[in-house]
């Protein structure tokens, strides 16, 4: 990246480029859970062949994190990014083989259990909200090692409570349930709501999910209204 650093003490940063404690990892560490349990139920049509040792790469790489580091991300460590990559990067393969599962199912007309469609469709969508939050969060200012010790000037993701200093508390900072809030409401509304997207990998990031939720959500409901009735 191209980007240079930016000193926290210069007194012409903005209002929200600052230190911060850091996040706590236990709340992310619960919803890497979810999407761990969540692949593991998925019919086998719709997962690979070895998706089983793939959720115990996905729960050992988990723990690996937590046990290095249970509390809060207060520095930009690169070995625990790596892994935490890695781990974000694992999950996103296997999401995906089953929604390509998923969608070559629904073409050539072999899923004929509604409800099972409808549930499994629900399924791979909620994962893959939170694993592009995991993207954004990973990302944004350099993933939250990085933002806690303000060190990138330039926001990948634009908040309102960056454009006035009122419209927050002092020591505001995005957390990753901020990041899911974008996942979500990029997923359901095909487009940004609050949250801006101002470079380029945010913008195609965000152009991807929505292609996929689009894809997954309207192919998914068409081919279940029609089994249905």
Do not use: C
């Amino acid at each position: 990246m191209s980007r240079k650093e930016f000193a926290p003490h210069n007194d012409h940063h903005p209002h929200w480029h600052r230190t911060h404690t850091g996040e706590h990892r236990f709340p992310v560490a619960v919803v890497v859970s979810i999407v761990i349990a969540l692949q593991t139920i998925l019919p086998k049509e719709l997962s690979l062949s070895f998706q089983r040792e793939i959720s115990i790469l996905e729960a050992l790489l988990l723990a690996v994190l937590l046990i290095v580091a249970p509390r809060r991300i207060h520095n930009h460590h690169i070995p625990l990014r790596i892994l935490s990559l890695g781990l974000t990067g694992v999950m996103t393969l296997s999401n995906t083989a089953s929604a390509v599962k998923l969608i070559q199912h629904l073409i050539n007309g072999s899923a004929q259990n509604g409800n099972s469609l409808l549930l499994s469709g629900a399924t791979i969508w909620l994962t893959n909200i939170v694993i592009f939050a995991l993207w954004f969060w990973e990302f944004d200012r350099g993933g939250p090692g990085s933002r806690a010790e303000a060190l990138v000037r330039y926001p990948d993701f634009l908040f309102p409570q960056m454009q006035d200093e009122h419209m927050a508390a002092v020591h505001w900072h995005p957390n990753f349930f901020d990041y899911l809030y974008i996942s979500f409401t990029n997923a359901s509304a095909f487009s940004p709501t609050d949250v801006l997207p101002l470079t380029r990998w945010a913008k195609m990031l965000m152009l991807v999910q929505s292609v996929t939720s689009l894809l997954t959500v309207g192919l998914v409901v068409a081919r279940a209204v029609n089994i249905l009735h």
